[in-house]
C-alpha cells in the first residue's frame, strides 16, 4: 500500500501543468498521501486548464465531487498533469503546454490522454493519481508507462466537476503503481453524488482477493487479429497462461460489432465534443473577445488561435455528424453499432466471468511518429469497446517488449470492478512472487 511520500517537483518527464505544495489532513484512509488530479478535473484554487491555452489561468471555485472525497480522505493534491487538450489524443503531444515523456523511455510518447497522470506515477513523483477514460484514455497511458489503470463502470464515479469532452462515453477513474493501490483510491472515490444524473449508488468497498480458482476468463479472437503486433500478443497470451495456472480456465469467445467500435467511437465522441465545447466563446468560458469585431468574426478568431488543430479538426467533425441530412447517416447509426456492441459483451459475458486481452495493439511509439490523424485514431481499437459498452476494465503490466511495458486488459460486466480487479490482483501477486 502506499504511504506517505514527499513530493518532488523533479519533473523531468513534464507530467504536471501546475504544481502546488498542499498540507494533507491529520486523518482519513490516504493520510498524507500525495495524489495527482488531471488536469480536466475542477480543483478549486487551483488552476485547470485540460490541456489547453483557451482556459489558461483558469481558476475553479468548487472542487469535483471526487477531489472534496480525496481531501476528506486526507490525501495532499500535489498537482495537475499534463494531458491531451481537452482528452482529445493518445499520446499528451496535443497539449497546449508541450508533451509529457514517457519515464520507460524518454524518446517516447506516454500514451494520452491521462499521459502526465501515468509519467507522474511511473516517474515515482506520486504514488497514485486520478484520470479520465472517453476511450482509453486511463488504460492506454497505464500500458505505455507500465503502471495500473481502471476505468470503471460508466455511473460508479461521479462526473460532477469534470470539464466534459464526450459526456457519455468519459469516466474519472484511479491509477497507481500497484492493483491494490488502486483498489485503495477506487474505493475513496466511488461514492454516491445526487449531482451527477448518471450515477447510481453502487459504493466500492473492496479489498482485493488473488482467488480466481473456477474463473471463466474470455479470450476474443478480434483483440489479437491484424493490427497487432505479434510480440504483444504474444507477452499477452503468456499472461493470461499466469491466470490459468491459477485455476482460471480461458473460453473463446467473439464480439463481432469490433469492427464498427472506432468508427462508432469518432462519430460519437466528436458530436458530444462539438456540443460541449461550443461554451468555450469568449462570453462565458475563455479569454473576453474583440468588441470592435462582429461577434461572428470575434468567435471564430478566438477558436481559432486558442484551439489546438486536433479540438478544431474533432468538433467540425462532429458539427459535420450532427448536421441536417447527415445525423441519420452518421450519429444514429454510430448509435446503433454502439448498442450492438453492448449486447456482444453482455452476451460474451454470459458465457464467461472475464475478458482479457491486450491493452493497446503495440507498445509506446515515439514522440512524433504519428502525424497521420488516422494512425493515431486506429491505436484506440482495443480499448474503445469497452467506454462504448460502459463495462469495467483495467490494464496491468504484464511484461515487456523491446523494453518498453506491455498491458493486459481485463473487462467484466457492469458494475462487477471488483472482479476484475481481483483478477488484476491475482496476476500481479503471481508475476511478482
Given at each position: 500500500m502506499a504511504g506517505t511520500l514527499h513530493f518532488s517537483p523533479d519533473d523531468r518527464c513534464n507530467a504536471f501543468i501546475t504544481t502546488r505544495k498542499e498540507a494533507p489532513f491529520s486523518d482519513g484512509t490516504l493520510a498524507g498521501v500525495a495524489v495527482a488530479v488531471k488536469d480536466n478535473i475542477s480543483t478549486a484554487g487551483i488552476q485547470t486548464t485540460c490541456g489547453s491555452r483557451i482556459l489558461k489561468g483558469y481558476v475553479p471555485p468548487y472542487d469535483a465531487h471526487v477531489v472534496g472525497l480525496l481531501r476528506q480522505a486526507g490525501a495532499a493534491i500535489v498537482g495537475k498533469t499534463n494531458m491531451d487538450e481537452f482528452?482529445?489524443?493518445?499520446?499528451?503531444?496535443?497539449?497546449?503546454?508541450?508533451?509529457?515523456?514517457?519515464?520507460?523511455?524518454?524518446?517516447?510518447v506516454p500514451g494520452g490522454s491521462s499521459g502526465g497522470s501515468a509519467a507522474a506515477i511511473a516517474a515515482g513523483l506520486v504514488p497514485m493519481a486520478l484520470g479520465t477514460d472517453t476511450g482509453g484514455s486511463i488504460r492506454?497511458?497505464?500500458?505505455f508507462c507500465?503502471?495500473?489503470?481502471?476505468?470503471?463502470?460508466?455511473?460508479?464515479?461521479?462526473?460532477?466537476?469534470?470539464?466534459?469532452?464526450?459526456?457519455?462515453?468519459?469516466?474519472?477513474?484511479?491509477?497507481?503503481?500497484?492493483?491494490?493501490?488502486?483498489?485503495?483510491?477506487m474505493s475513496v472515490i466511488a461514492k454516491y453524488d445526487p449531482r451527477?444524473?448518471?450515477?447510481?449508488?453502487?459504493?466500492?468497498?473492496?479489498?482485493?482477493?488473488?482467488?480466481?480458482?473456477?474463473?471463466?476468463?474470455?479470450?476474443?479472437?478480434?483483440?489479437?487479429?491484424?493490427?497487432?503486433?505479434?510480440?504483444?500478443?504474444?507477452?499477452?497470451q503468456n499472461a493470461i497462461g499466469v491466470l490459468e495456472g491459477l485455476g482460471a480456465s480461458t473460453v473463446p469467445v467473439s464480439i463481432p460489432g469490433?469492427?464498427?467500435?472506432?468508427?462508432?467511437?469518432?462519430?460519437?465522441?466528436?458530436?458530444?465534443?462539438s456540443s460541449n465545447l461550443a461554451r468555450f466563446d469568449g462570453v462565458r468560458y475563455g479569454p473576453a473577445v474583440d468588441t470592435r469585431k462582429s461577434w461572428h468574426e470575434a468567435y471564430q478568431d478566438l477558436r481559432q488561435e486558442l484551439f489546438g488543430p486536433e479540438v478544431r479538426r474533432r468538433i467540425m467533425l462532429g458539427t459535420f455528424a450532427?448536421?441536417?441530412?447527415?445525423?441519420?447517416?452518421?450519429?444514429?447509426?454510430?448509435?446503433?453499432?454502439?448498442?450492438?456492441i453492448s449486447q456482444d459483451f453482455e452476451r460474451a459475458l454470459r458465457e464467461v466471468d472475464i475478458i482479457a486481452g491486450p491493452t493497446m495493439p503495440t507498445v509506446a511509439f515515439r514522440l512524433g511518429e504519428k502525424t497521420d490523424p488516422l494512425s493515431m485514431y486506429l491505436s484506440d481499437i482495443l480499448t474503445?469497446?469497452?467506454?462504448?459498452?460502459?463495462?469495467?476494465?483495467?490494464?496491468?503490466?504484464?511484461?515487456?517488449v523491446d523494453s518498453l511495458p506491455v498491458g493486459l486488459q481485463l473487462m467484466g460486466r457492469q458494475f462487477e470492478d471488483e472482479r476484475v480487479v481481483d483478477v488484476a490482483y491475482a496476476y500481479e501477486q503471481e508475476v511478482k512472487a
Open positions: 482528452g482529445m489524443g493518445s499520446t499528451t503531444e496535443t497539449s497546449a503546454f508541450g508533451p509529457t515523456r514517457n519515464p520507460a523511455d524518454p524518446s517516447r492506454c497511458p497505464a500500458a507500465g503502471i495500473v489503470g481502471l476505468k470503471p463502470t460508466y455511473g460508479r464515479v461521479s462526473r460532477y466537476g469534470l470539464i466534459a469532452y464526450a459526456n457519455s462515453l468519459e469516466q474519472i477513474g484511479p491509477m497507481a503503481r500497484t492493483v491494490e493501490d488502486v483498489s485503495r483510491l451527477d444524473s448518471t450515477m447510481l449508488d453502487r459504493p466500492y468497498d473492496h479489498r482485493p482477493s488473488a482467488d480466481i480458482a473456477g474463473l471463466r476468463v474470455g479470450v476474443p479472437e478480434e483483440y489479437f487479429g491484424e493490427g497487432v503486433d505479434p510480440r504483444v500478443a504474444e507477452t499477452v469490433m469492427r464498427y467500435a472506432l468508427a462508432a467511437y469518432y462519430v460519437i465522441c466528436t458530436s458530444e465534443a450532427l448536421s441536417a441530412g447527415y445525423a441519420g447517416r452518421y450519429y444514429a447509426k454510430a448509435q446503433v453499432a454502439r448498442r450492438n474503445v469497446p469497452a467506454n462504448l459498452a460502459g463495462i469495467p476494465a483495467i490494464s496491468v503490466p504484464c511484461g515487456r
